[in-house]
């Protein structure tokens, strides 16, 4: 795991999460690596229902700030739910789900941080 600058976007989304209690919350920086994006918050959940809990907190968190994602998908099945903010996409998973898929390998080339719950550990 290397250590690589968060802009607060990102920060909020893994605070969002970490909030709901979401389940190892992954910090990928693409910014290198892809053109569409900067970061990906990856985390896990124990269930659908938690699954949408973290999703629509994000969703309440970012636009009481003024944000709303540019897309969403997989909100009705909620195994894998996907908040794209432009700089940040937020994958939230049933755990199962993030096992099977396996972002980190797919994209392993980028650097990776484990989200701490207070901000001065995301450096």
Known sequence: MNHFKVNELTQDI??????????DILIMDLTNISPVTDHFVICSAGSTTQVKAIADH???????????????EGY????????????????????EDRQFYQLERLW????????????????
Do not use: M
């Open 14 to 23: 893994a605070q969002a999460a970490s909030d709901k209690k979401a389940r």
């Open 76 to 95: 009705r099945e909620s195994h894998w739910i996907l908040l794209d903010y432009g700089s940040c996409v937020a994958h939230i998973f049933v755990e």
């Open 108 to 123: 392993n080339d980028a650097k990776a941080i484990v989200f701490e719950t207070t901000a001065q550990d995301v450096v």
């Open 58 to 72: 994000i969703e309440e968190k970012l636009a009481a700030k003024g944000i709303k994602p540019l897309h969403k």
